[in-house]
Structure formats: C-alpha cells, structure tokens
C-alpha cells in the first residue's frame, strides 16, 4: 500500500516508517521538525519506497497520486516544561496540530478514500481516578492547566476523527499511547527514561523530585509499533490503548538503570516540582488489545533499556 506518515521523522513515526517499509508499502514521511530529527530518517533517504516531505500539517496537505493510509502522529510529545520541545514550551503549536493538523490529515484520507489511524495519547485520560485506566474511562481533565495545550489538542483529534469516521463513513482507527521509549528518543527530550540515561552515561547522578513513588509503565517502541501495525490491520474504530502493563515506580526505574549502565552516581533527591495535573499513577488496561489484536508487550523493560542505552551511549 501507499501510506503516509505524518510526524515520520519522529521518536515513534520513524521506528514506524522502517516497520511499514519492512512490510513492504510505500511510505510518504511528512515531518516539519520541530520535534522530529532528520537523522532519524537519514538510512532511509535512498530507499526506493520511501519520500520525506518537510511541510507543516497544521497547513493543508497535498500528496500527489493515491494513497491507502494516513498514520497521524504529528506533535509534540514531552510534558517536561523546561524542554525546548516541550509542548508546554510549544503550546500553540500542539494544539494546532492536534486539532488543524489532525483535521488537514483526515481530509487527506476523505480525499483518498484512505484508512486513517490517530496516535492519540493516554493523557486523555488526565490525572486518572480510575487505575488501571480503560477506554471507557471518560477522564479527570483540567481543560486550562499547564497541560491542557496537549490534553484537549489530542481529545480534539479523537472527537474530530469519530466525527470523520460516523458523518464521512472513513475507516478510522484511534490508539491511546502509553508511555513508550527506546532508541532514536531525543537526548534532550526532558522525559524521565532520557533524562536518567542522559544522567548515568554522564556521571551525574539521577535526580528524582519527591519520594519517586509515583508510578509509570513503559512500552519498548518496537512493542508499539506491532501494536499500531495490528491496530490499522482490523476494523476497530473505537480509541485502543497501546502500552504495557507492568508498573514500575520512579525510584525503581533509577536503580535499574544505574545498575544497567554500571554507574556509581547515585540518586540525587529535589523537593517535588512536578506540575499539580502530574499524575500519580498511569497504566492501561490492554485487555481489549489482547482480545482484538491478539496483541502484547513481549520485550520486558530490561531488554528494551539496554537497547536503548547502547544508543544513547552512541549518540552521547
């Protein structure tokens, strides 16, 4: 098939682009770079299926010729405040895309009579009530707090793609990201798995605000990616969440990957910082992937780690 990805040069978008030229379709990365790195993309420039256009999709979008899937991954990702790719340091720009960019996208699709796939975000969610969070959980959401740029930009998106999906008949497909890492993730990203192998490989010692007793579960990205693959292979129209189960705390992700780099900096531990919308606690409840797509995280947090670190050891 022909395919477009939008944000493909990204984290996620292009470990997406090299899944979906593996299986063997033409792909069409668009990517404006504002978060994305061209370098993510570069061992694809000469392949003979792949194209890079760097374009806004928050203006309109044109693709010459046919195409049979739009995956709309563009926008910034990162909650931390004092990255400069932060979408609290871009928060005009994340909610146009989530809502112009996301609504340029699925005209894209309508045009083409194209599937559409959202990577929405299980930020939607908010600060969750509800543990481990369903699809069915409506959310805890401040629509103005120092998150909202994010939290209402992808809700948007999800209500603007049903809208598409039961006013247009278009094949849509919605996936609920959990926290998801791995290579090609920026050094400077701001999120805690960089900044903690960022801090180890350096010799800086892994700074956690509070008592790092809140907790995160971690998807390996190639794990999300065959969950995104199978995702837009069903007719599932209703939001999915993509992530892994296995819950971990803050404080036991720093030990870990102390002891996975070999480094003798310690922890280092701040007065607790984090924004009042943080959350506590976020996992997803995959019970509704493992039926549908028959699918779940199989490379357990260790292994995806030590993949990860040997990149950023690299690029460090």
Known sequence: MRTVVTGGAGFIGSHLCDRLLAEGHEVIAIDNLVTGDAANIAQLASHE???YIRHDVSNFVFVPGTVDVVWHLASPASPNPTSPYGYPQLPIQTLKVGALGTHNALGLAHANEATFLLASTSEVYGDPQVHPQREDYWGHVDPVGPRSMYDEAKRFAEAITMAYHRYH?????????????????????????????CQALTGRPLTIYGDGSQTRSFCYVDDLIGGLYRLMLTEVHDPLNLGNPEEITVRDLAETVLRLTGSAAGIEILPDRRAPADPQQRRPDITRAMDLLDWKPRIALEEGLRRTIEDFRRRL
Do not use: C, E, Q, W
């Open 49 to 51: 299926r792949f194209r």
């Open 169 to 197: 008949g278009l094949d849509t497909r919605i996936a609920r990201i959990f926290n998801t890492y791995g290579p090609r993730m920026r050094l400077d990203d701001g999120r805690v798995v960089p900044n903690f192998l």
